[in-house]
């Protein structure tokens, strides 16, 4: 008598999925798109989630919570090193507790590199879509994309680049890019745009650029500032023009970022730039120039409205709401991982204008946007990658042809239809869902496999007056036995021991052989203690694991 098959055990590591940052609203969208399916056995491991977080109520799925609050015990090991914030603290015991078939993760290298190097990695499918923003990217990073099961990217540009830097060797399977909520960003009519204009403080019949952006480094709000400044102060554009821009900036400050005022002042357009305030008291909003961080709030009189932020911002309506006083939507940076506000922008229908550069390139092309052409190309130091400074005399062109143009709506109705094709959430799930379904139909789980237990390595069985590179090929052989992989980061041991030093930042310590064989040791400890678990299927009692049991029977 037939059984049914066993279903695909599928664990997404990103943010939480209740949570409104990109990460978060990608493993809401498909995770619940791929729970609907019945298929799978589906577990969420939730970056900046609690045990018993209120916000969790909406996951039909196991879920384990991964942070924990200042007062919590165990804050001080959560604080110990940066990744124990992405999941690396619990990430074997989550494993071992649900035993995945496959790991899904969709965040940057930094936020899951660790997962490599888990001693429990053999024992999963291990898939990865990186934001990749720029090229080339890093060796190191290759380097563990080329070791994932699979790869997914965010962009078509982003997989031409690991496909050239890979020479093809990487296990690109498709573009999975984020989609958008096409029902809460969708274009109001004329009368509505017009009553939204009044009710935030918008000049009735101004010509706004909008952009949405956090206020960093790499985000080129200095740029747009200047391209308003020269418009204003060109005497060959039109009086039309110059008298109704504005520049609509939905940004915070401070941040670890621009110093606003300053460079409103400098490039002469402080009275024609205008921020989202935010009322921490009753949530007003409200369209400003530039009146410090802080304002009193028209609405209930106290001093609370500040620009919005990360910590304090805008629900996903009242920012529809903002993209609908927009005419014209820049996307403004050196690069971009994805760049989801101006998809967001397009679904309401505001044509967009973007660096032809990065997975901004990926609009241009899907969206019909402007791509505004570059004016040069620099190698960034901390990242190594090349980036890209616009042209603004091109963006100031575009804009003036753009304000003149007769078929504004059209271009929006485009825009709109064409957000629908490309970015419709229903088929970026489909294109995970048609993958799982094609590796489940052969997939044999290997949870089950006979323990591999490996020896700690006597240094008195290493052969005298062996090089480096012979140590590494010797303890290979004889004690990791192919359970780990000559890559990259053992290349690079094998370089800092030859120079008998490594380089962390601007610090410069000692490194020798035996650094060297320490490391493969703590490998070696590492594999057996995840294998005595494995095999003799340890049961664990934390919180977290304890929380997603009792939320997998609800």
Known sequence: MATDKRKLKVLMCSEASFLSSGFGVYAKEVLSRLHRTNKYEIAEFASYGFVNDPRDTAIKWRYYANAVKSEDGRYKEYMSRPDNQFGRWRFEKVLLDFKPDVVIDVRDYWMNSYQRWSPLRKFVHWVLMPTVDSEPQQEEWIDTFLSADAIFTYSDWGAQVLKKQTAGSVNYIDTASPGVDLTTFKPYSATEKAGIRKALGVPENAFVIGSVMRNQKRKLIPELFNVIGNILKDKNISDDIRNNIY????????????DLPQILKEYGC???VLFS?????CSFIQANVFTGPTKVCPRCLEKSMALSSVTHGVSTNDLSLIYNTF????QYSICEGF???????????????????????DVVNKLEAYPVPIASYFKELETQAIRTYPDNNSLIEYIVKFYHSSDKSEMSKKTRSLTEKHYNWDNIALKWETYLDKLSNNYVSKWNDPPNILSKIDTAS????LSNIDIIQFVFDKYLKHTYTLDKNVLDMLKQADYGFTINGMSISGYNTKDMIDYFNTLIDNNNQAEYARVNALKFNDDYIEYANIKDHK
């Not at 900036?249 to 670890?256: E, R, W």
């Not at 005419?327 to 820049?330: C, F, N, P």
């Open 247 to 258: 520049l609509y900036m939905h940004t915070s400050y401070p941040d670890a970022g621009w």
């Open 270 to 272: 402080i009275n024609r």
């Open 277 to 281: 305030y935010v009322c921490k008291k």
């Open 327 to 330: 005419d014209l939507y820049v």
């Open 339 to 361: 760049g989801m506000p101006q998809v967001e922008a397009a679904a309401c229908g505001v044509p967009i204008a973007t660096v032809n550069y990065s997975a901004m390139c």
């Open 462 to 465: 290493i052969p005298a007056n």
